[in-house]
C-alpha cells in the first residue's frame, strides 16, 4: 500500500469530538491506513462492498481496521486489530479483474469498541482518539533526528523517492511526521500496528526513529557489498585487458607466456595421440576455448583435465598378439592343472585369429565357478599366453550407473568411468580386460550399471562406447574381455545372453593332489623361506588335507592349511630347532589341530529302511542317507532334516508311488491308514533342496514297508515322478566322484545322464559299475537285497 499526502486535508478541529461513533466497517489485510494519508484499497468481498456503499450513502466516513489473520474471510471481534483508523472515501474505480479501488484519507486514530452487526454490511462501535500537540524541546530534537536518518535512507534506497523526503519536510506536527515516515518504510504489519497503537507523539517519534535507524544499517550493508563487488570485477576486467596487451606484446617479440607453451604441449599430446577424426575434432575445439579464455577462469583446470584424458588414452597402441598355439599351450598347462575347456576355447580363439587376422571378433568370456577355482588367475594366464596387457576391475558392489559410464563434465571433480581408467592404465587397445564378480552389481536410485555393461561386452556395440566424461566414442571391441561370477541367476538376462558361458565346477580329488604337488607346495615353500627340498608331503598327508580339513571347491583353503604348515616348520627352522622333512598324516594332528570334516561313513552292512544317496555342493559331492521309520498312527508323514519345498514335495511323490504299487509290492491295501512315515535326512544342520533323492527316498520306504534290506555298497541319484519315472539330475561328476572316494562299486543313475558320464574321469569310470534305469521297478532290483 502506498501513502501519500493530499494537497488539502479535512479539519475536524472546529467540532468537539465525539465520545464514540458508530461506522461501517472496511476490514483490510497486511495494510495499515495512518491519519492524514491517503491510500488506494482493493476491495473484493462483498460485506466490505456492502460498508462502503452505506459509507457513500452517509458522509463518506469509515473505519478501517487491519485484520490479525489476512486467511480470514470473515472478520470478527477477535480478528481486528484494537486501533484502526477512521476514514474519508474519495472515489472509486472498477477493475477489470472485478475487484473496486476506494481511494481513502485517514482522518484520526480509532478504539474498537464493539461490532454491531455483520448483516448485510459490518458496522463498528469506536470510540476517536484526540492527539495532544505540544511542542516541546525533546520532540523537536526528535523530528529533526528523523528528518536527517529519512533523508539519508532516501539517498541510498533506490525504492524511495525524492519526494517522500520533500513531503516529510513540509510536515511541522510530530505525529503527522512519524506517520508519515512510518507509511513510507517497508515494515512488517505488526510494525506498521505498533506505531499506529502508539498514541504518545514522542514515544511514537522515537520507535520510528529507531526503524529508521536500523533500515540505515541495513541499506549502508548492502551499499558496502555492491561496492566490493564492483570493485572486483572491475580488477577482473582491468587483469584481462592487460593479459591481452601482454599476449599481443609477446606474440610480436616471438615469445609466450607459461599458459601459451602449456596450450602448445597439450597440442603436440593431442597430435601424437592418433585420435580418430570425430575425438580430433572436439580436442581442437576445447584446445581454441582453452586459448580464449583468461588464466583465472575456473574452466581452465575443466578444459585441462579434459584434453589430458584424451591424450593420454590408448587410441592406436596396441600389442601384437602371440599367434604360436604350441607355445600358448604350454604357457596355459604350466599355470593350471586341468581346465580343459577353457584351454581348448583360448587355444582355438588364437588358431581362428591366426588365420583370420583383425576380421575376428574378441570374444566375451564369462568363467563361472565357485570360489577359489582360479578364475582370476586363469585371466592372467590367458593374457601371458596371448602376449597382451592384463587388466582388472571389480564390480562387486556397484550401484551407479556413473561408475560404468562416468560422470558429465559439468559436475565438479567429474571424472571419466571405470572402463576408461582401466583402458589409461593398459596403454593398449588390445588388453586382456577382467571384470570380477559380475554377480555382485546392485542397483539403486542412482541407475542400473549392468545395463551400462551392456554396451560394454556387446561385439555389435562397443566398437563406438560413450563414455559421459569423454563425449566422444570409443573403440573397445579389440580388447578381450573376461567375466567371472560365483553364480548366473543374479545376472540379468539381456546382459547373459552376451556371454559365452564357460562352467569351472570345481576340482576334483585328483585334481587337488595334482595342483597342490604341482603349485602349491613349491609356492608357500618359497613364500616361508624353505629350500624346495628340504620338506615333502606326503600323498596320504595331501589327501587327509583335503579331505579332513579343507571342504571346498576351490584351493583357497587347502592352500592355508599347507602355508600354516610351512610357517610351523620355518619357527622350528628359525629357532635353529631340527625340523622334519617330511609331513606324514599322522604329524598333521601336531600341526593342524583334529580334523575339521568327515565324511559320512558307509554302512558296513545292508539295513532296512536306509538307502544311500548322493547331494551335489559346491564344494563337490556328498554321500547322503535317507532313513524311514514306521509307526502305528493315522497316515501322517513327517519330515525332518531341515529340508527346502523341492525337497519335501520329492518325499510326497515318492510316498504316493509306494502307495500307488502296494499290490505290485505285496503290502496291504490301506496300510497307510494305520501308519506314520518317518522320513528323515541326517545332518540336519546342512540345509538340502532338490529333487535328485527321490529314488533313493522311495527305496528307502519300500525297504521299511517289505522289511527288506538296502544294499549298503549301492548308492543312488534321480527324480521320480508319481508313475515311477527317473529322470535326469545334475552335479553327475561330482556325486561319482564322491562314491569312488567311498569305495562305492555299484551307482544307480537315470538313463537319460549316460551322456554325461563322459565327463568323470576314466580311472572312475573303470571302478564304478553304473546301471542306468528309466522306471523306479529298475532300481529296486538293484538297491534291494533278499
Given at each position: ?34 491519519p492524514r494519508l491517503v491510500a488506494p484499497l482493493l476491495v473484493s468481498r462483498e460485506r466490505s462492498l456492502e460498508a462502503v456503499e452505506e459509507a457513500l450513502r452517509g458522509d463518506r466516513t469509515i473505519a478501517i481496521f487491519a485484520q490479525r489473520r489476512a486467511e480470514a474471510q470473515d472478520a470478527d471481534l477477535d480478528d481486528l486489530f484494537p486501533v ?703
Amino acid at each position: 500500500m502506498t501513502a501519500r499526502m493530499m494537497p488539502r486535508r479535512r479539519r475536524r478541529s472546529e467540532n468537539p469530538v465525539p465520545i464514540e461513533v458508530e461506522l461501517p466497517l472496511l476490514p483490510v489485510r497486511d495494510a495499515v491506513l495512518y491519519p492524514r494519508l491517503v491510500a488506494p484499497l482493493l476491495v473484493s468481498r462483498e460485506r466490505s462492498l456492502e460498508a462502503v456503499e452505506e459509507a457513500l450513502r452517509g458522509d463518506r466516513t469509515i473505519a478501517i481496521f487491519a485484520q490479525r489473520r489476512a486467511e480470514a474471510q470473515d472478520a470478527d471481534l477477535d480478528d481486528l486489530f484494537p486501533v484502526g483508523t477512521e476514514a474519508l472515501i474519495g472515489r472509486l474505480l472498477k477493475m477489470p479483474d472485478g475487484t473496486t479501488s476506494v481511494l481513502v484519507q485517514g482522518q484520526r486514530r480509532l478504539y474498537l469498541k464493539d461490532l454491531l452487526q455483520t448483516e448485510p454490511f459490518a458496522r463498528v462501535l469506536a470510540t476517536p482518539v484526540q492527539e495532544v500537540r505540544t511542542a516541546t524541546p525533546a520532540t523537536e530534537a526528535l523530528m529533526k533526528a528523523v528528518l536527517a536518518l529519512f533523508e539519508k535512507c532516501v539517498k541510498m534506497s533506490p525504492n524511495l523517492p525524492e519526494e517522500a523526503y520533500v513531503a516529510a519536510m513540509n510536515v511541522d506536527e510530530p505525529g503527522w511526521l512519524a506517520d508519515l515516515v512510518a507509511s513510507s518504510l517497508d515494515l512488517e504489519l505488526a510494525q506498521r500496528q505498533e506505531i499506529l497503537e502508539t498514541i504518545d507523539v514522542q514515544e511514537r517519534l522515537q520507535k520510528v526513529n529507531i526503524l529508521l535507524a536500523k533500515e540505515l544499517n541495513v541499506l549502508e550493508l548492502q551499499d558496502k557489498m555492491r561496492h566490493q563487488t564492483s570493485q572486483t570485477m572491475d580488477q577482473t576486467q582491468r587483469e584481462f585487458f592487460l593479459r591481452e596487451q601482454i599476449k599481443s606484446i609477446q606474440k610480436e617479440l616471438g615469445d609466450s607466456d607459461p599458459q601459451m607453451r602449456e596450450i602448445s604441449e597439450l597440442r603436440e599430446k593431442v597430435a601424437r595421440a592418433g585420435m580418430p577424426e570425430e575425438a580430433a575434432s572436439k580436442a581442437e575445439d576445447e584446445l581454441n576455448r582453452l586459448s580464449a579464455i583468461p588464466t583465472a577462469s575456473p574452466e581452465v583446470s575443466v578444459i585441462r583435465n579434459y584434453l589430458d584424458w584424451l591424450a593420454s588414452l590408448p587410441w592406436t597402441r596396441q600389442t601384437e598378439d602371440n599367434l604360436d598355439i604350441a607355445q600358448a599351450a604350454r604357457v596355459l598347462d604350466e599355470n593350471h592343472y586341468g581346465l580343459s575347456k577353457v584351454k581348448e576355447r583360448i587355444l582355438e580363439y588364437i588358431a581362428v585369429r591366426k588365420l583370420a587376422g583383425q576380421k575376428l571378433r574378441s570374444p566375451i568370456l564369462c568363467f563361472v565357478g565357485p570360489p577359489g577355482v582360479g578364475k582370476t588367475s586363469l585371466g592372467q594366464s590367458i593374457a601371458q599366453a596371448l602376449g597382451r596387457k592384463f587388466v582388472r576391475i571389480s564390480l562387486g558392489g556397484i550401484r551407479d550407473e556413473a561408475e560404468i559410464r562416468g560422470h558429465r563434465r559439468t559436475y565438479v571433480g567429474a571424472l571419466p568411468g571405470r572402463i576408461i581408467q582401466t583402458m589409461r592404465n593398459a596403454g593398449t587397445v588390445n588388453p586382456v580386460f577382467m571384470m570380477d564378480e559380475i554377480d555382485k552389481v546392485g542397483m539403486d536410485f542412482r541407475g542400473d550399471p549392468s545395463a551400462a555393461l551392456l554396451e560394454v561386452l556387446d561385439p555389435e556395440q562397443n566398437h563406438s562406447f560413450s563414455d559421459h566424461y569423454l563425449d566422444v566414442p570409443y573403440n573397445l571391441s579389440k580388447a578381450m574381455f573376461i567375466v567371472t561370477a560365483n553364480i548366473l541367476d543374479p545376472v540379468p538376462p539381456a546382459l547373459h545372453d552376451r556371454l559365452e558361458v564357460i562352467e569351472l565346477p570345481g576340482y576334483t580329488e585328483e585334481e587337488k593332489m595334482h595342483i597342490a604337488r604341482q603349485f602349491l607346495v613349491p609356492k608357500q615353500l618359497r613364500e616361508h623361506g624353505l629350500a624346495l627340498n628340504s620338506l615333502h608331503f606326503s600323498d596320504v598327508a595331501l589327501r587327509s588335507i583335503i579331505r579332513e580339513y579343507t571342504q571346498e571347491a576351490g584351493l583357497r583353503n587347502l592352500e592355508r592349511e599347507i602355508g600354516a604348515i610351512c610357517r610351523k616348520v620355518a619357527r622350528q627352522v628359525a629357532g635353529g630347532r631340527r625340523a622334519p622333512s617330511v609331513v606324514g598324516s599322522r604329524s598333521l594332528v601336531k600341526y593342524l589341530g583334529p580334523p575339521r570334516y568327515q565324511d559320512v561313513e558307509l554302512q558296513k552292512k545292508d539295513q532296512v529302511g536306509v538307502a544311500t544317496g548322493l547331494y551335489w555342493t559346491e564344494a563337490g559331492g556328498e554321500l547322503a542317507e535317507v532313513e524311514v521309520t514306521l509307526m502305528a498312527g493315522k497316515g501322517n508323514l513327517i519330515l525332518t532334516g531341515q529340508l527346502g519345498d523341492v525337497m519335501k514335495e520329492s518325499a510326497a511323490a515318492a510316498l504316493s508311488y509306494v502307495r500307488s504299487r502296494s499290490k505290485a509290492l505285496n503290502l496291504e491295501p490301506r496300510f497307510y491308514e494305520k501308519l506314520d512315515v518317518h522320513i528323515h535326512f541326517p545332518a540336519a544342520a546342512t540345509p538340502k533342496e532338490g529333487p535328485s533323492a527321490g529314488i533313493t527316498t522311495a527305496t528307502a520306504l519300500v525297504s521299511a514297508l517289505t522289511r527288506r534290506p538296502v544294499r549298503h555298497d549301492v548308492v543312488m541319484t534321480g527324480e521320480i515322478t508319481l508313475r515311477g519315472r527317473v529322470l535326469p539330475i545334475g552335479g553327475l561328476k561330482e556325486k561319482a566322484l564322491a562314491a569312488h572316494r567311498a569305495g562305492i562299486h555299484t551307482f544307480v543313475l537315470p538313463k537319460r545322464n549316460e551322456k554325461d558320464t563322459a565327463e568323470i574321469p576314466a580311472e572312475v569310470r573303470r571302478e564304478l559299475r553304473f546301471v542306468f534305469v528309466e522306471r523306479m521297478d529298475e532300481v529296486l532290483p538293484v538297491a534291494l537285497g533278499s
